[in-house]
């Protein structure tokens, strides 16, 4: 299933060299441009539950383009 997601990449605060990518479900009535505008809250409460990250780059996209498939 196809689906609107938040792409972010964190990186560990302690060792930059260790990132993962994450992948938060949006709304699927909204759109590329409007999850983009929407981001910034969601980011912001991921990370002040998350403070041994630091979010280094984002994206809104489909999941359809992920390199690895939807589990």
Same mark, same amino acid.
């Given at each position: 299933?196809?689906?609107?997601?938040?792409?972010?990449? @964190?990186?560990?605060?302690?060792?930059? /060299?260790?990132?993962?990518?994450?992948?938060? $479900?949006? #709304?699927?009535?909204?759109? @590329?441009?409007?999850?983009?505008?929407? /981001?910034?809250?969601?980011?912001?409460?991921? $990370?002040? #539950?998350?403070?041994?990250?630091?979010?280094?780059?984002?994206?809104?996209?489909?999941?359809?383009?992920?390199?690895e498939p939807?589990?």
């Open positions: 299933m196809n689906f609107l997601e938040l792409i972010f990449t @964190v990186c560990m605060v302690q060792n930059n /060299a260790v990132c993962e990518d994450k992948h938060i $479900a949006v #709304d699927q009535q909204m759109s @590329v441009m409007a999850c983009t505008s929407c /981001a910034m809250p969601t980011l912001a409460r991921w $990370a002040g #539950d998350n403070p041994d990250w630091m979010i280094v780059r984002w994206r809104c996209d489909y999941s359809d383009q992920r390199d939807v589990a």
